[in-house]
């Protein structure tokens, strides 16, 4: 995955014909609320059962590729930050493009194994609009249980264990990866979790640490938190992920500035990377 090139007139155009025909940039979750919660499922696009691999490629098209992947809590007040995110993509996109003309992003959302029929969602790497049709298919659930914890381990699983990236194999360029939540990990990777996401057998359960560990070494994995959500400034929380990634922690003011974040990040880390 990963051809084609973004196009802002294709973007508004799409935006004004759901506008006009009064449909929802998250068609999708509308199709789901209309049937009983029980009923609700990941979009086939995104469903992470029987995954494989989500590839980032050069091509003649994209001969330096850069990988991007942001994975994003939707659980309660968590569940506006893909609405954030869709409606400034066109800033997001031109600030990262006009210094990565190469970069294909990869979208994601994050729930809770434990009890939400959604908890991973994986879209592909793509540098043209597709981004932004998996972007909207994605389930904005809004579950999540009541004990501080969500399954971001689940998403440190995936970018460790289901991706091959180019920038890092060819070039030594470590995709950059981007988890945005206001809760804790769960402490351990659970093999029936990962056989009932991604159907395959994990035959011991998984350390946070140690799966993190194996994510960072072809990731840069930041963790952004932002203000004005459940636990957003909850010391507890940001503690806990400044424990386990220091300066890769961006704790931002409000959901209103994650996009400029993501996009000035990204190009800072690849050009440090590049420099070395």
């Known amino acids: 995955m990963g051809s084609g090139r973004w ?33 609700w499922r990941v979009h ?71 009890c939400d029929r959604a908890p991973l969602q994986i879209g592909q790497f793509e540098s043209d609009n597709r981004m932004d049709e998996d972007l909207r298919r994605i389930l904005l659930e809004g579950g999540g249980g009541g004990s501080m914890a969500e399954s971001y381990e689940l998403a440190f699983y995936f970018l460790a264990r289901h991706t091959q990236l180019d920038c890092f194999t060819k070039r030594g360029v470590r995709g950059i990866a981007f ?18 996401l991604f159907g395959e057998g994990l035959p011991n359960d998984i350390r946070l640490e140690a799966i993190l560990s194996q994510a960072k070494m072809s990731w840069d994995v930041n963790f952004i938190i932002p203000g004005g959500t459940s636990h957003g400034r909850d010391q507890f929380v940001t503690g806990f992920w400044h424990n386990l990634l220091a300066d890769r922690v961006i704790e931002i003011d409000d959901l209103s500035q994650i996009c400029e974040t993501i996009a000035l990040t990204v190009v800072d880390r690849v050009m440090s990377q590049r420099a070395r």
């Open 179 to 196: 988890v945005i939540g206001d809760e804790t990990a769960y402490p351990v990777v659970k093999g029936h979790e990962v056989a009932g």
């Open 7 to 39: 196009s802002i007139d294709s973007y508004d155009a799409a935006q004004r014909y759901r506008e006009e025909k009064g449909q929802s940039a998250f068609g999708h979750t509308e199709a789901m609320q209309r049937l009983s919660r029980h009923q």
């Open 44 to 114: 086939q696009a995104l469903d992470p059962i029987g995954l494989g691999v989500r590839e980032s490629r050069d091509s003649a098209e994209h001969p330096e590729s850069v990988a991007i992947a942001v994975l994003f809590d939707v659980t309660g007040s968590m569940q506006l930050v893909p609405r954030e995110l869709q409606a400034r993509l066109p800033r997001l996109l031109g600030t990262i493009h006009r210094h990565l003309p190469d970069a294909q992003i990869l979208f994601g959302a994050i729930g809770d194994a434990t």
